[in-house]
């Protein structure tokens, strides 16, 4: 008898080992697979970006979603090596903001060729498959500034407009919107615009240039300056400041950055506008997460925008007008 149980130990023991690893195995494979996105911020030089990454980190442990976020510094190239990076290590979900609107649209292309769904975040990926946007009304952004401007100018005054990067799309979107109310006072002889001119990459110290020729060439005559971004103003500011004219020009801006909520406190930029970055993230991780988890039904579409091959679904966030009256309670 004991000879058997020796000869049957062996096998017993076998068994028992294959037993334990199928009851493993059932375990993992019992337990759903965490849903992992992959985050693609073209920066983070302006306040914005920083909000919204923490934001989404935030949002992310509170979901229980695993995030990996990776920041392109304002260059198309580095953003392409770190999206492909990304799908490599299949990702569930892709968030990205691009660097460049219309450069991305390959990198969306591999993305939905891998089965990878795409959720634009803050800008929009022209000429390809997006699956969701997340954003503000942008036109509706410009318009606010362009009517502020208009509104706060005398009759007859020179003007400089600004926009944003010639590459983001968004840039195109302010710029539409503030022409929308500054063009008709233009043809109505209201206002002259005397410089109009894109910021390369958004840069404060592009924007100072732009100022600053266009102080010169005028002999100082300016009276508003639309400039498409807290950052731009601040340049613009700058420019103004080296002439004598801070606090005398009207001076627009958005973002709502720390540094545009003082200087408008202070009486130097005139306005900026308020859109919820962190809401506009907390929004993408959620939608990314519903996506990746098969709930599309669930998502809450405000509108939808086209990027040139499709209609996108769209959730708009409402901008808020700040200006001196109200930017003690944004300080």
């Known amino acids: 008898m004991k000879r ?8 017993l023991l076998l068994l028992l080992m294959a037993g334990g690893t199928v009851m493993a195995r059932g375990s993992s494979d019992g337990k759903s697979k965490k849903t992992v996105i992959g985050v693609s911020l073209p920066t983070q030089r302006e306040e914005i970006w920083v909000k919204g990454k923490e934001a989404m980190e935030a949002e992310a442990a509170r979901l229980g979603v695993e995030i ?9 190239n580095v953003q392409a090596s770190q999206v492909e990076n990304l799908l490599s290590q299949g990702i569930d979900v892709l968030i990205l903001a691009p660097v460049d609107s219309d450069a991305v649209s390959t990198l969306v292309d591999k993305a939905q060729a891998d089965k990878v769904p795409v959720v634009c975040f803050a800008r929009l990926a022209m000429n390809c498959k997006v699956d969701y946007y997340v954003t503000c009304d942008n036109i509706q952004v410009g318009e606010l500034q362009g009517k502020y ?10 003007i400089i407009v600004m926009s944003g990067a010639p590459t983001d799309n968004l840039a195109l979107l302010f710029k539409q919107g503030a022409m929308n109310i500054i063009s008709p006072a233009a043809q109505a002889g209201k206002v002259k ?15 100072m240039k732009i100022v600053e020729n266009s102080l010169t060439q005028n002999r100082n005559n300016i009276q508003g300056i639309l ?26 801006g958005q973002d709502a950055e720390a540094a545009a909520i003082q200087r408008i406190i202070a009486g130097e930029q005139s306005m900026t506008i308020y859109k919820d970055i962190a809401a506009q993230a907390v929004a993408t991780v959620q939608a990314a997460k519903q996506i990746a988890e098969g709930n599309r039904a669930s998502l809450t ?13 769209t959730l708009n966030v409402p901008p808020t007008i700040i200006t001196k009256e109200n930017a003690a309670k944004f300080r």
Do not use: C, F
């Open 4 to 11: 058997i149980l020796y000869k049957l130990l062996p096998l």
């Open 68 to 76: 990996r976020i990776m920041l392109a510094d304002a260059d198309i």
């Open 149 to 158: 401007l208009i509104d706060n100018i005398p009759n007859g005054s020179n």
């Open 193 to 207: 615009i005397v410089t109009e001119l894109a910021v390369e990459n958004w840069l404060p110290d592009n924007a």
């Open 227 to 252: 400039a498409p971004n807290d950052g731009t103003a601040g340049g613009a500011i700058q420019a103004l400041d080296a002439q004598g004219l801070k606090g005398k020009v009207v001076v627009t």
């Open 301 to 313: 579409i405000s509108s939808r925008t086209t990027n040139k091959m499709m209609d996108v679904p």
